[in-house]
DNA sequence: CGCCACTTGTAGATCGATCTACACATGGCG
DNA sequence: CGCCATGTGTAGATCGATCTACAAGTGGCG
């Protein structure tokens, strides 16, 4: 039984002794079908279980699915956007598809576009605007925790600048005086909109405005686990800094992991993370971190996606709330 | 430039001044291309930037993409499932597609199917055999973490019967006599096949062995944040148990949460979790649990679809390597 | 009674690919 | 010189839907 043994509007439409054209009208709830023609159709479709191909729907016109591009499956941070980009959808008609990819999220993207998505998320940090712009002439676009001032795409971002200010703030009310930033690999910061260049820009100038450009110390780190390594040999250099900034929770969970095993704590390093995912309210990680609303971050990009494919062609740019949560991870310094 | 602006086999036919059969050739590699032909065809191709469209393709017979189901989206474990699989869809000429959903995995899995994908991964713990079996006469199927021995599709599952029985003995090792199981709702472990299932299945068969069924006791979460609250519940009675075995780490950990805020220990209530996500051996949450290889169990699990989808049609059912890992969260009770 | 408007349904082109069947050269060989 | 095998390319049907154009039927109204 397994050969293509597809339900199609054609077995539909001889069940119910009626022509294609009138299930395609009762499917898409087209003008000119009685009431009487309505409920054979309805009744074939439900009788032999009748499923119309999207794939058929995409070569003649809309396939009614949207794109996420998705580059870290394992990163909560993504998982709390996804979350939100699937209830965003919810009830309106059209289904998601996620495409895992890479960091340049060149190769999912493909894979949505070459699937005839009629839209596309997209967080793709390290792909350039030129690209982006491009891409966007050929499909309705919108990114995440991108800062683009793009014409023809969306952006929703949480405020990268502020919330890293009010990182370095409490920190420097704390009375921290040298202060780390752990971040990821040059690529990742290297697209001037992305949110990690963003909120290094924000550490750099919060840095030299507090008189401190001389303990300026950037750290890059290209996976998770590299993470926990950078903050050893921190750990072991001659004169630490008293407070590391990382980029986004996932980093400062393995700086904590370093932190932790050997017994330090918050006055000995303070931590503070970004994104505030589910595990740094936990209390054996008890991470200070900001919160973006990563969920709304997904919701709104779904929302102005579907604004897009409905025609709206101006570009918004929206930003989320944005809220510092301090927890146990950051504490005044020993000395 | 928005409406529809593909390129598609047309343009380049005619930019290479050929016909769409001979370009459909060369994007196939089929028989019966003159090296001239194919130059001249690859450089148009080029030129224009064309990309095959997937809808089109499917319609007519296979879409080179396979479809993953992942009904959790936020639960590291699957997580972890996803990468392997991922990670073992390269090379391979296919793509890999999710689709997020509820937990009954029905509405996800339709939408795969509607797609037209070649073949379809699925961990769909409250689908019933039944369900499958039809589902399976229609597309090539896999099922993780289940272990029904159907005919019609794969199973690639960890050992759950030894590795709760693993648990077990080694809380009965410590000296544990009081302990408690914590798993999702009925409908979760309703499916004989299902992870879950297995895994409450030994729980109890290891405490009557041990001449505990006395103290059997059985908590079900919806949520994860349940979870938090029926420990404090637990914690609160009047005889509680001295040791708890949670279904899979996410519920451990929020177990840990209500320990950890009120001061105890692994000596007032040891925890046991399963699956070894990535936080389980972070220190400030040191999870003992059981590793059943996640990544593996995705990878195989796209190994055998490849497999079905090439021709195979006798069912395999597999098993992935299992390991106790111990760590901080257990230690001998304190009475 | 005849004309028009409206309702209800169908035929057939179309979308972008795949793939079978065939046409046309070319050249080897008896 | 004629026949056939081989190599190269094309025409056209096909997949499952959408959608325009139109045919047939019904009833209102002057």
Redesign the interface.
């Known amino acids: 039984?397994?050969p293509g043994?597809?339900v199609t509007m054609m077995d539909v439409a001889r069940e119910a002794g009626v022509s294609r054209a009138a299930v395609s009208k009762v499917i898409r709830d087209a003008y000119g079908v009685s009431p009487d023609m309505r409920k054979r159709v309805e009744s074939a479709i439900e009788r032999l279980g009748y499923?119309?191909?999207?794939?058929?729907r995409?070569?003649r016109g809309s396939?009614f699915?949207i794109g996420f591009e998705l580059h870290e499956?394992?990163n909560?941070a993504l998982?709390?956007i996804?979350?939100g980009a699937?209830e965003g959808i919810e009830g309106t008609g059209y289904?998601?598809?996620?495409?895992?990819g890479d960091p340049e999220g060149q190769h999912a993207i493909?894979?949505?576009?070459?699937?005839?998505v009629d839209g596309l998320v997209a967080i793709a940090p390290r792909a350039t605007p030129a690209w982006l712009e491009n891409l966007a002439?050929?499909i309705?676009l919108v990114l995440v925790s991108r800062h683009d001032p793009s014409v023809n795409y969306d952006t929703v971002a949480g405020g990268d600048d502020e919330g890293a200010r009010l990182v370095m703030r409490h920190l420097f009310d704390l009375g921290h005086r040298s202060i780390a930033h752990l971040t990821r690999s040059e690529e990742a910061t290297a697209q001037e909109g992305g949110a990690l260049a963003v909120r290094l820009g924000a550490y750099l100038d919060e840095m030299a405005r507090n008189g401190r450009e001389s303990r300026i110390q950037v750290l890059r780190t290209l996976s998770t686990s590299d993470a926990y390594h950078a903050t050893v040999g921190l750990l072991d250099s001659a004169d630490p800094p008293t407070a590391l900034f990382a980029s986004h929770d996932d980093l400062a969970?393995e700086v904590?992991?370093a932190v932790?095993?050997r017994g330090l704590d918050a006055s000995d390093l303070s931590v503070v993370g970004y994104d505030n995912v589910?595990?740094a309210s936990?209390?054996?990680?008890?991470l200070t971190t900001v919160d973006q609303s990563g969920d709304d971050l997904g919701r709104r990009a779904v929302r102005l996606l579907l604004e897009r494919i409905n025609g709206r062609?101006a570009a918004k740019h929206e930003e989320t709330e944005l809220r510092l949560v301090v927890r146990g991870s950051t504490a005044p310094p020993r000395r």
Not at 95 to 100: E, H, N, S, T
């Open positions: 039984m397994r043994k597809a499923r119309p191909s999207v794939a058929a995409a070569i396939s699915t499956i394992e909560p998982s709390r996804l979350r699937a289904r998601l598809v996620i495409a895992p493909d894979a949505l576009v070459d699937l005839r002439s050929r309705p969970f904590l992991r932790r095993e589910r595990f936990h209390p054996g990680l008890s062609t």
